[in-house]
């Protein structure tokens, strides 16, 4: 009988390296934010404008022998260049893109909820307040205490009287 190791239906035991190294996805994130903050920039603009202006001027008022972009094949070498860095910037973007849509969905429901927090505070306030309303309507005030005391007083004054008339 053949090994165990030899036959197809048996994995190998052995741990392999992956072809495509681990890429921490959050460092990566970072690092295409960084990039394409970097791209928008008028510096990067600028610099990038003048290396092309350099890299045209080398080519063309330079010697045959030093020109390593010649004009003849229309610059080709930095079209390649161009090419190159502007696939490897567009998904860079639209990576940080997502990350930025990412953030700005976590801070909408943040923000939702606080909103919702705020009213349900508000709601319950309104009812403290209604519920005071209502119990200060059924509390003595100074005039209503006043205007018991003086009816009193009338009832009083008005019974001396009568008393004072029938004793006479």
Do not use: H
């Amino acid at each position: 009988m053949a090994k165990s190791r030899n036959r197809l239906d048996t994995p190998l035991s052995a741990k392999r390296k992956p072809l495509v190294p681990r890429i921490n996805r959050e460092q990566f994130g970072r690092a295409s934010e960084t990039f394409a903050r970097a791209l928008g920039t008028g510096g990067f603009l600028i610099g990038l404008t003048f290396f092309c202006i350099i890299w045209i001027t080398w080519n063309v008022f330079m010697p045959a022998e030093l020109a390593f972009d010649p004009r003849v094949t229309n610059f080709t070498l930095l079209t390649l260049l161009l090419s190159l860095q502007a696939s490897y910037a567009a998904p860079l973007i639209l990576l940080a893109q997502n990350r930025q849509d990412d953030r700005d969905r976590v801070k909408t429901e943040q923000d939702r909820q606080l909103a919702e927090r705020n009213l349900a505070d508000t709601e319950y306030l309104a009812r403290e307040v209604v519920a005071l309303r209502l119990a200060l309507d059924e509390v003595a005030t100074k005039d209503f205490v006043k205007d018991e005391i003086r009816e009193a007083l009338e009832e009083i004054l008005a019974e001396l009287k009568k008393d004072s008339n029938n004793n006479k």
